[in-house]
């Protein structure tokens, strides 16, 4: 991306501005799985210190994992790297995949060729003049 898109836009990644005011005013705490930084400052907001995230790519919350979710919305002040270890059950983070091939898709879904179930005759249509 060139550097006016740096600039103006904010749904590729952090603005410059968010950039430079990252590195002045926030403490580095860590990162994800998916590359992205999570900082920290001194200053309170609502009575806690402020917490945000620069995304590394496109700007979209559904890839923050869900231990880091946790610690930015201050559900807990523990950092992923100081909570227990992953149970075997935990599967790890995905991104949203509603749009990509990864997408779920029922059956009868028009992806999956549309074929739906047969009505099983327990269904009456509903008519204006039942009234």
């Keep these: 991306m060139g550097v006016l898109g740096k600039i ?9 501005g968010t ?13 994800d799985s998916f590359g992205n930084h999570y ?26 994992a869900p231990d880091w979710h946790g ?16 149970r075997v059950w935990e599967k790890p983070a995905l991104a949203n995949q509603t749009g990509t091939a990864a997408a779920y898709r029922p059956a009868g879904a028009l992806e999956r060729g549309g074929n739906r179930a047969a009505a099983t005759g ?8 039942d009234l």
């Design 8 to 16: 103006f836009t904010w749904w590729n990644g952090a603005t410059i």
């Design 122 to 129: 327990d269904y009456q249509a509903w008519s204006p003049d």
């Design 39 to 64: 900082f920290e400052s001194g200053q309170l907001f609502h009575g806690r210190p402020r917490r945000w995230v620069i995304y590394h790519g496109a700007n979209d919350a559904s890839r923050v």
């Design 19 to 31: 950039l430079l005011w990252s590195r002045r005013h926030g403490t580095r705490v860590g990162e």
């Design 71 to 86: 610690w930015l919305h201050g559900m807990t002040d523990f950092k992923p790297d100081e909570l227990p270890p992953v």
